[in-house]
């Protein structure tokens, strides 16, 4: 059952880690090409998909993590 906790548990991470690198933060190109910071922006596409699931992702390895902590004391 540890075993398979901490294999969940490193997936999770990666699908974590994958999410939060996929998300644009800040201006993102625009600033290069001298877009400014100040403008309002929403999400879209794939920015508006992927953030509630970060959220999931997030939640599920706190969850696994706490879960993972009681078999092991």
Same mark, same amino acid.
């Given at each position: 059952?540890?075993?398979?906790?901490?294999?969940?548990?490193?997936?999770?991470?990666?699908?974590? @880690?994958?999410?939060? *690198? /996929?998300?644009?933060?800040?201006?993102?190109?625009?600033?290069?090409?001298?877009? &400014?910071?100040?403008?309002?922006?929403?999400?879209?596409? @794939?920015?508006?998909? *992927? /953030?509630?699931?970060?959220?999931?992702?997030?939640?599920?390895?706190?969850?696994? &993590?706490?879960?993972?902590?009681?078999?092991?004391?």
């Amino acid at each position: 059952m540890k075993t398979t906790l901490d294999i969940a548990q490193i997936v999770i991470a990666v699908a974590l @880690i994958t999410a939060i *690198l /996929f998300q644009i933060k800040g201006g993102g190109l625009g600033g290069i090409f001298g877009q &400014s910071d100040s403008v309002y922006r929403t999400k879209r596409g @794939i920015e508006r998909w *992927l /953030f509630p699931r970060t959220i999931v992702l997030t939640v599920v390895f706190v969850i696994l &993590s706490m879960v993972s902590m009681l078999y092991t004391g």
